[in-house]
C-alpha cells in the first residue's frame, strides 16, 4: 500500500485571482482602518498639542498609501500564486502547500 500524498495543486495555484483576491481583502482592510482612520486621528491630537493643525491633504495621502500598499500585496500574491513561482518557493519551504 501506498501511504505517500500524491502531489496536489494548491488553491493558490489552480485560482490565483481568488487568492489575490482574498489578498486585497486580508490587506486593504487593515490598511485602510488604519491608515485613514486610526493614523491621522493619532497625528491630529498630537498636533493639538503642538498647535498645528493636520494638513488638508494628508487623509488623501493616506488613502493613497493605503492603496499602494493593498496593490502591491495583491501583485505579490498573484506572482507567487504561479505554478513556477510556488514551485520555487517551496524549495525555500515558503510554498503554498508544505514541502
Do not use: C, F, H, S
Amino acid at each position: 500500500m501506498n501511504t505517500r500524498a500524491e502531489p496536489r495543486t494548491t488553491t493558490q495555484t489552480a485560482y490565483p485571482w481568488k487568492a489575490t483576491l482574498r489578498t486585497i481583502v486580508q490587506v486593504g482592510v487593515p490598511a485602510v482602518i488604519t491608515l485613514v482612520g486610526v493614523l491621522p486621528l493619532i497625528i491630529q491630537v498630537v498636533l493639538d498639542e503642538l498647535g498645528e493643525q493636520m494638513p488638508e491633504g494628508l487623509r488623501l495621502w493616506l488613502l493613497g498609501a493605503a492603496a499602494l500598499l493593498t496593490a502591491v500585496a495583491a501583485a505579490l500574491a498573484r506572482v507567487m500564486a504561479i505554478p513556477a513561482v510556488n514551485a520555487w518557493l517551496t524549495r525555500l519551504g515558503l510554498g503554498a502547500t508544505p514541502k
